[in-house]
Each structure stands twice: as C-alpha cells, then as structure tokens.
T-cell receptor, first 114, second 113 residues
Framework: DAEITQSPRHKITETGRQVTLACHQT?????MFWYRQDLGHGLRLIHY???????NKGEVSDGYSVSRSNTEDLPLTLESAASSQTSVYFC?????????????FGNGTRLTVT | GESVGLHLPTPSVQEGDNSIINCAYS??????FIWYKQESGKGPQFIID?????DKRQGQRVTVLLNKTVKHLSLQIAATQPGDSAVYFC????????????FGTGTLLAVQP
C-alpha cells in the first residue's frame, strides 16, 4: 500500500543546531506539505511544494526551509533550532493538482529543542 | 483573519449512541471542507470531505452537513464505537484551486463503553 513515512519519530536537539526532518511518500503525489501542531493551535502550514523544484512559504515559514529534488521526498530543515520550534511536525501529500483534495498525513515527528 | 473552529461535541457519548461534532468557519468564500480524526501518537486521518455546492454527504457511519447560511458544518457519527474515541477537527479551504487548508483546533470525543 502507498504510504507517507516520516523520520525520525522523535528528536531532541540543542538550540542553534541544524536539524532535518525527513518525509517520504509512495503515493506519487505532486503536492507535499509540512505542518506543525501545537496545543491551542490548529495545524499550521510551514512550507509546501506542488512539484519537483517547486517550494512555497506557508503561514509560519520563518526559520524553516525545504527542498524538492524528486517526487517522493520533501525534507524540512531548521537552519538554527530555537525553543519556539519545539512541536510535532506532520508531513502530508495530496493527489489532485488543480482542485482541493484530501491530505494524507504521516505519523509525525516530535521535535524537542533544549 | 480566516478561522475555523470547533464547538464542544456531544458530552458523555455512550457506545452505540450517535455523536455530533460541530464546526464554524468565518470565510464565506470557503469552498471545500474536510473532517479529520486524530488518535494519540498518529497523524490526522481523513474521514470525509464536502464541497460548497453540496449540503450533505454520507460515508460509512458518518455524515457531514454543511450550512453555508450560518457558516457551520457538522460531523455525525452513527452508532459510536470505542474506536471512534479521538480528536476530531475540521479544515476549510479557500482560494479556489489552491490546496491550502485552514484547520480548526480540534476537540476530543470520548466514547464510554
């Protein structure tokens, strides 16, 4: 079955370190997204991509970057981790390019910045 | 700004009862809505979606109702089971063909056996 896999599931890092969270999907979807989930907030969009070499900023993109070198992967990089970036991060993908469609989510990465 | 939120669900849901979870949105231009279920330690799981040209859509044991006049949607779960215990949240899309969703904060549905 097609799926979307995130790694690692848990990560602890220190302030100022660079961290990369991996996301790999086998749906062959063009659209991929990164969200963060925090208590009291809904899922908030960090970055998204509509295809290879396409990246776009979301609502809370400061301090994060992504790259899309192939269809399957959209790694999320925290350039210099801050305590405010402690959160649960979800990657998602969706099928249809030109109209809204359900997002398929991974099981998340819990990141703690100390 | 845009907002999508949730009201409290039916409290103290007993196994076998029907559950209703409500959601309100602010942008009358929202044209697509989704309900997700999230269990502890897992990612959100798609339940059902509805477009703004519909007012009702049914799935397996679930029904979504959309009232555009009052900008409200609800998720009804028939014959609630313990496995339905989870956080539920709605999401709304605006902006036409773009695939960016605004998510509500979610609410816990606890099913008593």
């Amino acid at each position: 079955d097609a799926e979307i896999t995130q790694s690692p599931r848990h990560k602890i890092t220190e302030t100022g370190r660079q961290v990369t969270l991996a996301c790999h999907q086998t749906w062959n979807h063009n659209n991929m997204f990164w969200y963060r989930q925090d208590l009291g907030h809904g899922l908030r969009l960090i970055h998204y991509s509509y295809g290879v070499h396409d990246t776009n900023k979301g609502e809370v993109s400061d301090g994060y970057s992504v790259s899309r070198s192939n269809t399957e992967d959209l790694p999320l990089t925290l350039e210099s981790a801050a305590s405010s970036q402690t959160s649960v991060y979800f990657c998602a993908s969706s099928e249809r390019d030109m109209e809204p469609s359900p997002l398929h989510f991974g099981n998340g990465t819990r990141l703690t910045v100390t | 700004g845009e907002s999508v939120g949730l009201h409290l669900p039916t409290p103290s849901v007993q196994e076998g009862d029907n559950s209703i979870i409500n959601c309100a949105y602010s942008n009358s231009a929202s044209d697509y809505f989704i309900w997700y279920k999230q269990e502890s330690g897992k990612g959100p799981q798609f339940i059902i979606d509805i477009r703004s040209n519909m007012d009702k859509r049914q799935g397996q044991r679930v029904t979504v109702l959309l009232n555009k006049t009052v900008k409200h949607l609800s998720l009804q779960i028939a014959a609630t089971q313990p496995g339905d215990s989870a956080v539920y949240f709605c999401a709304g899309s605006y902006g036409g063909a773009t695939n960016k969703l605004i998510f509500g904060t979610g609410t816990l549905l606890a099913v008593q056996p």
